[in-house]
């Protein structure tokens, strides 16, 4: 009976222990409040090329020649020079383009400019690009890989308004050498009549003695020299057309205030010479 009592006292504190135990409360977890990320904000190319220092000379080229809001609209591939490339130019260029701003310098900025984003993988496809300025640029990948001459050292710097390829030289404007096309020297108008006169003072007028005439056309030496009794004769030509008219070789003498006139009725080139000091040779141009 003792037992028995023993059994009941330890199940009914069991029991109770148990109802008075309470499960533990669940551990809520608080969500983490998510913070909003901002992306970074792309720049635009003349942004990038002002803020990096190697390119001081570069930016205020751009800026000397209005360029730097020029490309905000459209999307393009700048070739942008260091300033050790600027540094290789002869002594004083950059001091003369900047004289011109909106006229050569901006011509010389506008051939680092492809007017379409051209990335390394693309440039490397390609064998030649067009500058906004027109300038065809060669594209060489032996060596790396030369745009117009000019190495390229850093590729794809992405700017909101396209790419960024450095370059280590200007790549100044092809020099284009015009030769000057020599003017005609128009011949004179044949004259029916023309009249060569020696003077005293041992010239003859016109000078030079050359003369044009038509077919027909007459040519009259006149000697107004007291001194001298001048004359003209053929010059040592085998063309027996000019010893017709000058003589058939023999001197012919004008003696002080005569004249020698000669009709000349063969086109062609009549050369003579003079008999007085200092002799001159003149010449007969004959036309149809």
């Known amino acids: 009976m003792k037992k028995l009592f023993v059994v009941l006292a330890i199940l009914f504190i069991g ?40 390119f001081s000379v570069l930016g205020t080229a751009l800026r000397a020649a209005k360029l730097e809001t020029a490309f905000d609209n459209g999307s393009f591939t700048i070739l942008a020079p260091t300033d050790t490339a600027f540094g290789r130019l002869p002594n004083g260029t950059i001091a003369s383009l900047l004289k011109d701003p909106e006229g050569q310098l901006k011509q010389v900025l506008l051939n680092h400019v492809i007017n379409q984003p051209l990335m390394a993988v693309d440039v490397v496809k390609l064998g030649e690009a067009k500058t906004m300025q027109g300038t065809v640029l060669k594209i060489n990948t032996t060596d790396g890989v030369t745009i117009g001459g000019a190495k390229v050292t850093k590729t794809d710097i992405v700017c909101k308004n396209g790419v960024i390829h450095v370059i280590d030289r200007v790549l100044v404007l092809p020099v284009t050498v015009k030769t000057a096309t020599p003017t005609p020297t128009p011949s004179p108008t044949p004259q029916p009549s023309v009249t060569i ?9 016109p000078w ?20 001298k009794p001048h004359g003209i004769a053929a010059l040592n030509n085998p063309d027996p057309k000019s010893l017709k008219y000058f003589g058939n070789g023999t001197p012919q003498n004008i003696p002080y205030g005569k004249s020698l006139e000669v009709t000349f009725d063969i086109v062609g080139r009549y050369d003579y010479t003079t008999i007085f000091q200092p002799q001159t040779t003149g010449t007969v141009i004959v036309t149809k």
């Open 15 to 54: 029991i109770l222990v148990a109802g008075c135990t309470q499960p533990p409360a669940p551990v809520v977890t608080p969500t983490p409040t998510p913070v909003p990320t901002t992306a970074p904000q792309v720049r635009g190319c003349y942004a990038v090329v002002a803020d990096d220092p190697q």
């Open 197 to 205: 006169t020696f003077t005293q003072d041992l010239t003859t007028k």
């Open 208 to 227: 030079p003695p050359t003369v044009y005439i038509p077919v027909g056309g007459k040519v009259v030496w006149k000697n107004m020299d007291p001194f």
